[in-house]
Structures are given as C-alpha cells and as structure tokens.
C-alpha cells in the first residue's frame, strides 16, 4: 500500500426511527469528498481501514467506497439484502448477505477496485435509495 497522509475523517450520527426499525443515519464527512460531504441512508453506517485510506459508506443494498489517496470514489449494488461490511487486512472488504445462503458473501480488493464501478452509482448529492424521505 502507498503511503499517504488524506484521512477521510467522519461521523455517524442516528437520526432516528421513521418508520417500524428503519432508522435514519447520517454519514458526515469532515471535507466533502469529490463535492460531497453529507451522506444519507436507512439502517446503514460508514466504516474505515485503519489509515482513514479508505471509507465505506453503506446500506443493505449498496456500497460506496471512497479512496483518499486516489481521490476516486467506487460502488457496488448488491441487489440483495446484505449484511454489514467487514474490513479485513486493512484493505480486503468482506460482506456476508443477512439471509439465504451464506456462501453468497461478497469480497473486493479495495486497492485495486477489481469487481467495483466507477462513480457513485445510484447515490444522488449523497442520498442513498433508501433514505427517507
């Protein structure tokens, strides 16, 4: 891995229940990252590597993965209903889906974005699908 010194810096902040156990969250980043600094989904949160490299913004049907050193930003829509993402090794992106078989996990190479697409995807001004309203 290179070295670096951007450290994508945020927070997670509940936003509360809208509808039955759908919660409202909020992903803040510290600097907008390629003009976004505001994140909104339902039931999702953000996770980092160790280094602040890399961020993974998420909910049950999407992922975003923002890369400080590239400045670029990744994503993957899941088209099912997937569990919350593990980082391992700092870089290696685990997610296991949260019914059915679970040999269906999903891994990806964050470094080399292998299997993910450019762009922020379905993600509009930072408001996932599923954010409410």
């Given at each position: 891995?290179?070295?670096?010194?951007?450290?994508?810096?945020?927070?997670?902040?509940?936003k509360?229940?809208?509808?039955?156990?759908?919660?409202?969250?909020?992903?803040?980043?510290?600097?907008?990252?390629?003009?976004?600094?505001?994140?909104?989904?339902?039931?999702?949160?953000?996770?980092?590597?160790?280094?602040?490299?890399?961020?993974?913004?998420?909910?049950?049907?999407?992922?975003?993965?923002?890369?400080?050193?590239?400045?670029?930003?990744?994503?993957?829509?899941?088209?099912?209903?997937?569990?919350?993402?593990?980082?391992?090794?700092g870089?290696?992106?685990k997610?296991?889906?949260?019914?059915?078989?679970?040999?269906?996990?999903?891994?990806?190479?964050?470094?080399?974005?292998?299997?993910?697409?450019?762009?922020?995807?379905?993600?509009?001004?930072?408001?996932?699908?599923?954010?409410?309203?």
């Amino acid at each position: 891995m290179r070295n670096h010194t951007n450290r994508i810096n945020f927070s997670v902040q509940y936003k509360g229940e809208h509808h039955m156990g759908a919660a409202s969250i909020d992903i803040v980043l510290v600097n907008a990252f390629k003009g976004v600094s505001h994140f909104r989904n339902t039931n999702g949160g953000a996770i980092s590597d160790p280094t602040g490299r890399f961020v993974v913004i998420f909910d049950s049907t999407l992922f975003l993965v923002l890369d400080s050193v590239e400045s670029s930003v990744h994503h993957y829509l899941t088209g099912l209903d997937y569990g919350i993402p593990i980082l391992g090794n700092g870089r290696i992106l685990k997610i296991s889906p949260t019914s059915g078989n679970p040999n269906r996990q999903l891994t990806f190479d964050l470094e080399s974005k292998k299997g993910l697409q450019k762009g922020f995807g379905r993600v509009s001004n930072g408001k996932f699908p599923s954010a409410y309203p």
